[in-house]
C-alpha cells in the first residue's frame, strides 16, 4: 500500500466529512500532529491495518474506500443562477427608488417564506435581492421595517446555509446582518431569531464550541423576555436550544458532549411542553421537531443505530404536521444513519421519499454526496437509485 496515496484518501475524506485534523484525532484518540503526519504519508510507509480500520471507523466508510482504486465520483459545485445572483446582491450598491408600502413587503417576506418551507429555494431565491432592496429603504422608517429587513437576511442566511462551503462566507455575512436589523428594531423575537442563524454560521465555520456556547448564552439571555411574548417568542427560544445541542456535537462523541446535548434537548423539550401546539414565525418548533433532533444529534454522536431507533419512534402523523423542508431534511438524516447501518434499502427508500417532497433539497451537494456514497455501496444498484444519482448530476 501507497502511504501517501491513502494519507490523501484519509485527507479527502476528512474534509467530505467536515472535519480537521484535530477532530479526526480525537476521534482516533491521537494528536493533530499525528492525523498530519498520516495523510502525509510519513507515519510509515506501509501502514497497518489496524490504523486504518480505526480511520474508516472514524470517517464512517468502509475500510474498501482508502486502499481500493475507485475513483470518485465529481460532484457540480456551481451554485444555481437564482442564488448566485442572491449571493451578487449582497455586495450592491445601497438601492435607490421609491419606498414601497409597508404592507406590501410584509406580504412578499412571507411569501419567501412560504417557499422556504414547501423546498421551492429557487424561487425564494429569485424574489430575496428585491425584497432586501425593498426593505432597505423602509427600514428608516420605524420597528416593523427593520424586522422584515432581518426576515429576509435570516431567511437568505439560512438558504445559503443549503450549498455548503461556496455559499458558507455570504451566507454569515447574511446572517450578521440579520442580527444587526433585529437589534435595530429591539424585537426579541426577531434577535433572538437572527441569533440563531449567527450561531449556524460559526457551525459551518467549525466553530462548534463557540456556536453552542453562544446559542446556550442567547436563550438564558433572552429567555424572560422570549417567554413573555407568546407562540413566536417560545418557538424561538426553543430552537435556540435546538441548534446549540446540534452545535456541542461538533467537539466529537465524549461523555461530556453526550450529556451537554442531552441537556439542551432537555431544555428544548421543556419549552416545547410549556409552548404547547405547533410552533409559530415557521420554526415548525414543538415537541415532534424536537424528537426529530435527537436523531440528528445520535447521527452527529456517532450513533447511527440509536439515531434509527429514534427516528422508529417518531410517528408518520407527527412528520406529516411539519413543513416540507423539514420532512425531507429528516428522512436524508434516517437515510444517512440507515446506510451507516447498512440498512441500504432503507436509505435509499428515505432518500427517494424525500425527492418526492422537496426536489431541490436531495439535489443540494452535501445530499448528492451520500447518494454517490450509496452507489458505491450498493453492488449492484437497482433502477431507483441510479435514476435519482443521474437526476442529482452523478454518473451512473
Known amino acids: 500500500m501507497d502511504a501517501a496515496h491513502i494519507g490523501r484518501r484519509i485527507a479527502y475524506w476528512r474534509d467530505q466529512r467536515g472535519l480537521t485534523q484535530a477532530d479526526l484525532g480525537r476521534l482516533m484518540g491521537q494528536s493533530r500532529r499525528w492525523v498530519q503526519d498520516l495523510e502525509g504519508g510519513h507515519r510509515q510507509t506501509d501502514p497497518r491495518l489496524s490504523v ?16 481500493a482504486d475507485t475513483p470518485q465520483p465529481s460532484l457540480d459545485r456551481r451554485l444555481p443562477a437564482e442564488v448566485s445572483a442572491l449571493i451578487d446582491s449582497l455586495h450592491a450598491s445601497a438601492p435607490a427608488g421609491q419606498p414601497v408600502p409597508l404592507s406590501a413587503l410584509h406580504r412578499r417576506v412571507t411569501y419567501c417564506c412560504q417557499a422556504w418551507e414547501a423546498c421551492h429555494y429557487a424561487a425564494a431565491a429569485r424574489e430575496l435581492p428585491g425584497v432586501l432592496a425593498d426593505a432597505h429603504c423602509l427600514v428608516a422608517t420605524g420597528p416593523s421595517a427593520a424586522i422584515l429587513l432581518s426576515r429576509a437576511y435570516q431567511l437568505t442566511a439560512s438558504l445559503l446555509f443549503k450549498y455548503g462551503e461556496p455559499a458558507r462566507t455570504p451566507a454569515v455575512l447574511a446572517a450578521d446582518r440579520a442580527l444587526a436589523a433585529a437589534q435595530t428594531s429591539g424585537d426579541v423575537v426577531a434577535i433572538g431569531a437572527a441569533s440563531r442563524r449567527v450561531a449556524r454560521g460559526l457551525i459551518h465555520q467549525q466553530r462548534h464550541t463557540a456556536a453552542a456556547a453562544y446559542a446556550t448564552a442567547t436563550a438564558e439571555t433572552l429567555r424572560p423576555d422570549l417567554e413573555a411574548s407568546g407562540a413566536p417568542g417560545m ?28 441537556d439542551r434537548l432537555a431544555a428544548a423539550s421543556d419549552v416545547a411542553t410549556r409552548q404547547g401546539g405547533q410552533g409559530a414565525d415557521f420554526t415548525s418548533f414543538g415537541a415532534t421537531n424536537v424528537a426529530l433532533h435527537q436523531v440528528d444529534v445520535a447521527l452527529r454522536l456517532d450513533d447511527a443505530w440509536s439515531a434509527v431507533e429514534a427516528s422508529v419512534a417518531i410517528t408518520p402523523e407527527a412528520i406529516n404536521t411539519l413543513g416540507r423542508e423539514r420532512q425531507a431534511r429528516h428522512l436524508v438524516t434516517t437515510a444517512r444513519a440507515r446506510a451507516l447501518t447498512r440498512d441500504r434499502d432503507a436509505a435509499t427508500r428515505d432518500l427517494l421519499h424525500a425527492e418526492r417532497l422537496a426536489p431541490e433539497e436531495v439535489r443540494r451537494p452535501s445530499v448528492a454526496r451520500l447518494v454517490a456514497e450509496l452507489l458505491e455501496l450498493v453492488p449492484t444498484p437497482g433502477t431507483e437509485l441510479t435514476g435519482l444519482a443521474r437526476r442529482c448530476g452523478l454518473p451512473a
Open 52 to 67: 486504518l480500520q480505526r480511520a474508516a471507523h472514524a470517517l464512517r466508510i468502509p475500510l474498501e474506500r482508502l486502499v
Open 235 to 262: 418557538s424561538t427560544l426553543g430552537m435556540l436550544y435546538l441548534v446549540a445541542a446540534v452545535a456541542v456535537t461538533g467537539d466529537g462523541r465524549s461523555p461530556r458532549t453526550v450529556g451537554a446535548a442531552a
